[in-house]
Structures are given as structure tokens and as C-alpha cells.
């Protein structure tokens, strides 16, 4: 057993602290978020760098301004030259890992690096499989089905926390 701290980063992209019970919501949205809350840190003022999710977990990863690490909306890409959260914990001895159903984080944008296992959603080019990606969403929403990917997600974490990472 490692003397170092477990280290861990929730992401929510696009998820808003006024709907979150962890912030003062009033009706129990976020159990879960509120146990890991108590337990932990939660930061009370943190604004986004960026307005979408490339930039803003570049900057989230790096530690780093756009205009520094150069993912915007012309670079769609993290270049190498940014060291990632990730390869500084790795350094460090860490077993890294990243569990993520949004493509634009995923290795071929540029963030893989530095982590032992990267589970994602993301399959094929920008483009592949689009059609039958969107379908297959349209159809798990009607029939209440829909969870872009979290039980997938949420498996693969847990797995590779039960195997000792």
C-alpha cells in the first residue's frame, strides 16, 4: 500500500454548480458528488478558461492558459510540447488512469499521454460511425435508455479499481 494520497479528478462537462446539491441545490441531485465533497476538496470559485471542452480541460490538465497550450478552436488538438497532470503523476509513481465519454478527451486529441489505462467511448476517425452513433442515441433517449456511455464508463473504472489499478 502507497503512503502517497489517492488522487482523484471529476470532470463535469457542462454541469452546472447551481444544479448540484454539493453547492446548495435544494433538492438532492447529487449524492454521491456531495459524499466525495465532504470527504475531500471542493473548490467554491473556479471559472472555465474556455467555453467548450477541449481548451477548458487543456487548461484543467496543463495548468495552462489557450493561448499557451494552443487547444482552441483552430487547433483542435493538445500539442506534445504540454506536459499533462498526468504525466507529472506518473512520474511520480502514481497508476494513472482515465475514464471519459467525451471525445474531444481522449488520445487522439492529444490526452493520453501519461496515463496507464485510457477507457473512452470514442471510436474510429472524427467522423466514423456518426450516423449510426446518432441513431443508436436517438432510439436509447425514447425508449429511456439513454446514459452516453456512463454504465460502460463506470464499469471500466471500476474494474480497473478492483483489480488495484
Known amino acids: 500500500m502507497s503512503d502517497k494520497p489517492n488522487i482523484i479528478l471529476v470532470a463535469l462537462d457542462c454541469a452546472r454548480a447551481d444544479h448540484l446539491s454539493c453547492y446548495g441545490y435544494g433538492r438532492e441531485t447529487t449524492p454521491f ?3 466525495v465533497a465532504r470527504e475531500g476538496v471542493r473548490f467554491q470559485h473556479v471559472i472555465s478558461t474556455s467555453s467548450w471542452t ?3 480541460h487543456a487548461s484543467l490538465l496543463t495548468g495552462r492558459f489557450p493561448s499557451a497550450h494552443g487547444a482552441t ?6 500539442l506534445p510540447r504540454n506536459r499533462l497532470l498526468s504525466e507529472y503523476l506518473q512520474a511520480a509513481g502514481y497508476r494513472t488512469g482515465a475514464f471519459c465519454t467525451n471525445p474531444w478527451v481522449s488520445p487522439p486529441t492529444g490526452f493520453g499521454r501519461g496515463f496507464d489505462v485510457f477507457h473512452t467511448q470514442r471510436v474510429g476517425g472524427r ?3 456518426r450516423a449510426t452513433f446518432f441513431a443508436r442515441k436517438a432510439s436509447d433517449r425514447v425508449l429511456g435508455r439513454d446514459d452516453s456511455g456512463a454504465r460502460r464508463t463506470n464499469r471500466a473504472l ?3 479499481l478492483e483489480a488495484g489499478c
Open 33 to 35: 458528488l456531495d459524499q
Open 54 to 56: 477541449l481548451p477548458a
Open 73 to 78: 478552436d483552430e487547433h483542435r488538438f493538445l
Open 127 to 129: 467522423f466514423a460511425g
Open 158 to 160: 471500476l474494474s480497473w
